[in-house]
């Protein structure tokens, strides 16, 4: 994820001139500090303005991003339509432009902790290396990140899962607010003929933004074996090539969400790695919830857990039980009554043990007055489920009363997210919903 390698050794702190302070906003810096918009110059006029974005807020960026690339294969190996691409370069643009994110990010607390990677752009001039472990879809690709501590710190990892460990691949840092004693930044392009990539020597367009390191030592840290194997790169040998430096380009104000550039060209994008659940849990049940908030929310947890969602949900046994909706973002078609209601009663669904009967269940007065909509459920696909509602019941106390509904529609369930606390999921009239388990209620 960082560009480069290196070896920890002391180092000067770096001397800034009046220009290097200085932002540029000049046609070449723009150029420099956007290359990703100017690849498609010749043949497409971008213009990064808000309104080239699904939102005028950085959160709709964020979020609009987040979008772009959720269908990407190998963290941006392959997989983006050029809708996606225009759509992901125009909302960077607009984060990167914004000047709406935490000010001095090198300095900042809310850059600590572990990352996980998304998406990487794949420049010729990126590190092969780089490219070939972020490429693969069956490794995480974590970078921790510790610049307020004693030691300024970059730690790169990459997860082959549980069963097999993990390779860990270490750095010394170096910002403008903690320089690394003795420490001189890189300096060259890189080997002959582009063998490692090829490094900018471009400044950092501001002050505490940047954040130089160099890779001192790795291993591989395996599940099945009680030592570590050390990662055959002679850091000490590679001279300016252990060096690199990254960016940080945007952080979003609750340190949740972060954009950065390389030394080799490389766009990152990034989610924290620290309760992504958790925050969507919280603001989703907020006395007054930031719709917002929730949607961009939504988009990290499918994005950042994607991993840690139950395989083939459609069939699994976890799906099953009672599910309380605590939110929902109504698509434009779905039933006028439903968005009315979403907010201000309590839904359920609840589907049967044996997986069959799938039941919506509304509580207009509590313990008085219940809607009942109940259908078959069968498996569709690994990821839906197939719903026919077969009859809609009004319950007013001990008595039922059958609603002349239309009970014949042929629905379904999309299943985008599932562990054993938490569901999100997408129906056929494209409304999202977010349910948390409730052992309560049955069928």
């Known amino acids: 994820m960082v560009s480069g390698y290196s070896r920890a050794l002391p180092s000067v702190q770096r001397t800034y001139t009046v220009a290097e302070r200085h932002y540029s906003t000049t046609k070449n810096e723009h150029r420099r500090l956007h290359g990703v918009l100017t690849t498609r110059a010749s043949t497409t006029s971008v213009v990064p303005t ?17 979008r772009a690339i959720a269908n990407v294969k190998g963290r941006g190996k392959s997989g983006m339509s050029e809708q996606d691409q225009i759509l992901l370069e125009n909302s960077v643009a607009v984060l990167e432009q914004s000047g709406k994110g935490v000010k ?27 490219r070939s472990f972020t490429g693969v879809d069956g490794f995480s690709v974590y ?45 060259g392009k890189g080997l002959p003929f ?12 501001k002050l505490n933004t940047r954040i130089d390191f160099q890779f001192d030592t790795a291993a591989f840290y395996f599940t099945f074996l009680p030592l570590t194997l050390p990662y055959p790169v002679p850091f000490r040998l590679l001279g300016d090539e252990r060096k690199g430096w990254l960016d940080v380009t945007y952080l979003s104000k609750d340190g949740q969400f972060r954009l950065s550039r390389g030394n080799k060209g490389t766009l990152f994008v990034l989610v924290k790695e620290d309760g992504a659940k958790e925050r969507l849990l919280k603001a989703a049940t907020a006395s007054t919830p930031n719709a917002e908030e929730i949607e961009v929310l939504v988009e990290r947890v499918l994005d950042s857990e994607r991993s840690s969602s139950i395989k083939r949900p459609a069939y699994s046994e976890e799906a099953r039980g009672g599910w309380r909706l605590v939110w929902s973002q109504q698509g434009e078609t779905a039933n006028p009554l439903q968005q009315r209601l979403v907010r201000v009663v309590r839904n359920w669904q609840i589907i049967s043990d044996d997986g069959n009967i799938l039941q919506n269940r509304v509580d207009l007065i509590p313990g008085l007055v219940r809607i009942i909509a109940q259908a078959s459920a069968s498996p569709a696909s690994p990821t839906r489920t197939r719903v026919v509602i077969s009859e809609v019941i009004l319950q007013i106390g001990p008595f039922n009363i059958t609603l002349n ?13 599932l562990d054993d606390t938490m569901r999100i999921t997408r129906g056929n009239k494209g409304s999202t919903f977010f349910h948390i388990r409730d052992t309560s209620v049955s069928i």
């Open 104 to 130: 001095d990010p090198s300095k900042s607390e809310l850059l600590e902790g572990k990352w996980k990677l998304l998406y990487t752009s794949r420049p010729s001039s990126a590190s092969p290396i780089q």
């Open 50 to 66: 808000i309104a080239t974005t699904g939102s005028g807020t950085t959160s709709g960026a964020e979020r609009d991003i987040l």
């Open 194 to 205: 582009g063998i490692l990539g090829t490094s900018s020597v471009e400044p950092p367009s």
């Open 143 to 187: 970078q921790e990140i510790s610049t307020t501590g004693i030691e300024a710190r970059v730690n790169n990892i990459v997860d082959f899962g549980d069963n097999v460990g993990f390779l860990k691949v270490e750095a010394a840092a170096s910002t403008d607010s903690k320089p690394l004693p003795n420490f001189e930044p890189r300096k």
């Open 405 to 417: 509904i239309n009970t014949d529609a042929d629905g379904y369930v999309d299943w985008l997210y």
